[in-house]
């Protein structure tokens, strides 16, 4: 029997992370579900609060329906390691998509609060529990943010990520970075995420990254655990940035990171010993079988009316081309301008990326809207979100959850397909090099 791999999942959502890592009643996410999947990962605790509706924990509820094994915490993080810090038991892997609306794609830049906003904060829950781990911190870290996290404050472009970076560096952990679009490798979402995975010192992956750091840009685009998950083209030549020594967490706090203000993490990057290399890297061509849109719909017997569009040509206004004249609030004037969407969405792509405001009848910009064969406009159903995402069907159906709430869930989560792979891969190397 093989040895299980105990992990910890932070921020849990309706449990994209473990299904990724466990499979869901032992089958594959890459499979739809219809083989085993072969896993040495064992989720023992996970927790899931949602401080803006204190009194309705519905995703902690779904959770808590599909799950049944290990310990659920739906206990506000902040209370956790402020009076139970003891009831996280000690773990071998932590993982988790720490809320990312500080991020976000769906504000500006510039109105992005990074690691100052409320739910940026949340990353320094992450490193409490690394440090009063102590010397049984976690091994392995496996982390997912949106991509933006790379660019974040827009005053001082990566300076958030460099924070991330000094404080994993200090608690003795190498990390390695990719922003992986889910549909570059054949998945039905065009979403963009940047995952983090992190080795303690010791860890015999940490060793294999201190031998070959002489060549760093090998571990990133060959060797490396994200790259041989989902591999990337190799020109004959590379051109990382420059290398640069990170500052350390006391300089990160009072001055700038990033005086040019350009961007300075690429979206593919190794850090170790304080030392960072960083590439653009590109996908290497998919030769598979790619999922689009229409791979996920439902038949058309099956939708409700309520999914059906009647004032369709607000939808269209909303989705067109936009170029008028505004004023602010100190009476300036400026020109706001906003592309043409593709309308309605092409059943021949995968689809755009999934947000929070997908549910719901109101008119919208950014929610999904397909034709079906008849002719009918209508939106896309709870299940459909979930197939875009790789859950199983119906994974957030449950008594008193709202189609607009299961389609809110979506919008937080991830794609299950790009955790597995990277999962398979690190138990690879885990399993490769016994000594966990």
């Not at 994209?16 to 083989?35: K, V």
């Not at 976000?104 to 100052?116: D, F």
């Not at 170790?272 to 290497?284: A, D, H, Q, R, S």
Request: hydrophobic share 35%; glycine share 8%.
């Amino acid at each position: 029997m093989k040895n299980k791999i105990k992990v910890a999942e932070l921020f849990a959502g309706v449990g994209g992370f473990r299904i990724g890592l466990e499979g869901y009643n032992g089958n594959s996410a890459s499979s739809e579900y219809t083989e085993k999947i072969d896993t040495i990962f064992e989720v023992i605790w996970s927790n899931q609060f949602e401080p803006s509706t204190p009194k309705k924990q519905h995703a902690s509820e779904v959770y808590e329906n599909k799950f049944k094994k290990g310990e659920h915490s739906n206990v506000d993080l902040f209370e956790v390691l402020t009076n139970n810090f003891d009831t996280i038991p000690d773990h071998e892997l932590l993982v988790g998509g720490f809320p990312c609306q500080d991020y976000s794609v769906a504000t500006t830049l510039r109105n992005s609060k990074g690691l100052e906003g409320k739910k940026g904060m949340l990353w320094f829950y992450i490193r409490e529990i690394l440090e009063r781990k102590g010397k049984n911190k976690p091994k392995y870290i496996f982390l997912e943010n949106v991509d933006r996290l790379l660019i974040s404050p827009s005053r001082d472009k990566g300076r958030d990520f460099a924070v991330i970076l000094s404080n994993l560096n200090s608690l003795g952990y190498a990390v390695e970075w990719r922003v992986i679009n889910a549909a570059e490798y054949g998945m039905p979402q065009r979403r963009k995420r940047v995952f983090i995975l992190a080795y303690f010192k010791g860890t015999d992956i940490y060793n294999e990254i201190e031998t070959s750091f002489n060549y760093p840009e090998g571990w990133i685009t060959s060797s490396g655990i994200i790259s041989r998950a989902f591999p990337v083209n190799k020109p004959n030549e590379l051109f990382p940035t420059r290398p640069f020594n990170l500052p350390s967490e006391e300089e990160l706090s009072y001055k700038n990171f990033n005086e040019k203000n350009i961007r300075i993490f690429e979206n593919t990057g190794i850090m170790l010993n304080g030392k960072v290399f960083t590439l653009k890297t590109y996908p290497e061509e998919f030769k598979g079988k790619s999922t689009v849109l229409q791979d996920i719909i439902i038949d058309e017997n099956e939708i409700g009316e309520e999914f059906f569009i009647e004032n369709i040509d607000k939808w269209i206004e909303l989705k067109g081309k936009k170029n008028t004249l505004k004023t602010n609030k100190d009476n300036i004037s400026y020109r706001y301008s906003e592309g043409k969407m593709a309308f309605p969405d092409p059943l021949d792509k995968a689809s755009r990326t999934i947000i929070t405001g997908e549910g719901g009848k109101s008119p919208s910009r950014f929610k999904h809207v397909i034709k079906q064969s008849d002719g009918r406009y209508r939106r896309l159903t709870p299940i459909e979100l979930e197939r875009l995402n790789m859950f199983p069907k119906n994974h957030t159906k449950l008594e008193g959850i709202t189609d607009t709430k299961r389609a809110f869930f979506m919008g937080n989560a991830l794609v299950i397909g790009v955790v597995e792979k990277i999962g398979k891969e690190l138990a690879k190397r885990i399993e490769n090099n016994p000594k966990i």
